[in-house]
């Protein structure tokens, strides 16, 4: 069974008591390629004693033509405790 290289995990910092919560933070991956590259974003709920898996989306990078110039992206979270749709919002860009 092939499984999927990964290239890293980041953590954003925690927003407490926000339902709404604006991040403004830059992640950089270091990839070789755009060619089948999946960008998951997990959403959590940070409780005392275990952070509860809230959703996720997966944002196929492949198609969507990015370069330097940032890339605006607004993406369904799949999940199954929201009773509203919930997005992230994210800028995306990629160079050589």
Do not use: W
Request: proline content about 3%; glycine content about 4%; overall charge negative.
């Amino acid at each position: 069974m092939l499984r999927d290289k990964d290239y890293g995990e980041q953590k954003s910092t925690i927003k407490k008591d926000d339902l709404n919560p604006v991040y403004d933070e830059t992640f950089h991956f270091n990839i070789p390629t755009l060619d089948n590259m999946v960008l998951t974003v997990k959403i959590k709920d940070d409780d005392v004693l275990k952070d509860e898996k809230i959703g996720k989306c997966k944002i196929k990078l492949e198609d969507m033509g990015l370069s330097a110039s940032p890339t605006h992206v607004q993406k369904k979270v799949d999940n199954k405790l929201f009773r509203k749709d919930a997005f992230v919002f994210l800028s995306l860009t990629y160079t050589e």
